[in-house]
């Protein structure tokens, strides 16, 4: 992307405070909503209070916690219901 001359910046309500090095003399953007471990409930549940934090994206990079879903025997209906609804926090959030 700096390549390329687009400007963007991460956001979320977390911090990645690991060391990345620099490219083309700028630093990585730490910023992020990554919830490692979290299952899709978790993650609906604050989803909209993290967007409010945040403010709206532009574009969201999103990865489905089903995995965790499953390690914890959430049924996979009740993972589709959830990811479904985070998908809509996130689209009712752009469009206000």
């Known amino acids: ?18 060391f990345y090095p620099t490219f083309t003399k700028r630093t990585f953007d730490i910023d992020h909503e990554g919830r490692s471990g979290w299952t899709s409930g978790e993650i609906l549940n604050i989803i909209t209070n993290s967007l409010n934090q ?29 990811i479904k609804a985070i998908v809509t926090a996130l689209k009712m959030q752009i469009r206000t």
């Open 54 to 82: 945040t403010g709206t994206p532009d574009i969201v990079l999103y990865s489905a916690p089903v995995g965790n879903d499953a390690l914890q025997n959430l049924p996979y209906e009740q993972a589709i219901l959830n």
């Open 1 to 18: 992307m700096i390549e390329s001359n687009c400007v963007f910046d991460f956001i979320g309500t977390q911090s990645d405070e690991a």
